[in-house]
């Protein structure tokens, strides 16, 4: 059986930052509802904290809505352009 931290993005981004950077850096974005069925919105949380305490540029958003109701208009128009920005 695989290891749970292989799965694990905190882990990966934080022991292998410095071979990502170049690739990564600035185009991920992750949001979230802040309501989420699931408490996604907690983990996103923690690991916003942790990034930004490493200095890794990635974009955290949080919307209105829980896992299955944040698709909203502002959500759809936010994410197409951190697209247009990233291409």
Do not use: A, Q
Not at 11 to 21: C, F, G, P
Not at 23 to 28: A, F, H, R, T
Not at 70 to 87: A, H, S
């Amino acid at each position: 059986m695989p290891s749970r931290s292989r799965y694990d993005l905190s882990i990966i981004l934080r022991e292998n930052w410095s071979d990502l950077k170049e690739d990564l850096d600035g185009k991920i974005r992750i949001s979230v509802g802040t309501s989420d069925n699931l408490f996604l919105n907690r983990s996103v949380e923690l690991l916003e904290k942790e990034m930004k305490s490493l200095n890794v540029n990635i974009k955290f958003d949080y919307f209105p809505g829980d896992h299955f109701t944040l698709f909203t208009e502002d959500y759809k128009k936010d994410g197409v352009e951190f697209l247009e920005k990233k291409l």
